[in-house]
């Protein structure tokens, strides 16, 4: 009866070990999935920049390719004159 007792201690032991290291790997996933997670906010606030970054060159570019002086106004369209009715056709 004493072996047995000895081998369920043995066999719980091996199972709080076992416990343990699986939390330790939960623990460690955990700060890895932060560490991405941060990582990726990061990147996501860099490509923010860069969008922003761009989108003031292409305005300041296209100021630049803009002519200096204002276009003027084109003229409004005249209207067709007025034609007189036809006639009827004779018959």
């Known amino acids: 009866m004493l072996a ?5 201690a043995a066999c719980d032991k091996a199972s709080e070990d076992k416990a343990q290291d699986a ?4 623990e460690q996933a ?7 997670q941060d990582k990726m906010n ?9 969008a ?3 989108a003031e060159a292409e305005q300041k570019a ?8 204002p276009a003027p106004e084109a003229a409004p369209a ?4 007025e034609t007189a009715p036809a006639e009827p056709a004779k018959q």
Request: without cysteine; aromatic residues 0%.
């Open 4 to 8: 047995a007792a000895m081998g369920l």
């Open 30 to 36: 955990q700060e890895k999935a932060g560490e991405a």
């Open 42 to 50: 990061e990147a996501a606030k860099e490509n923010a920049e860069a």
């Open 62 to 69: 296209a100021e630049e390719a803009a002519p200096a002086t």
């Open 78 to 81: 005249t209207p067709a004159p």
């Open 52 to 54: 922003k970054d761009q």
């Open 23 to 26: 939390q330790q790997h939960a």
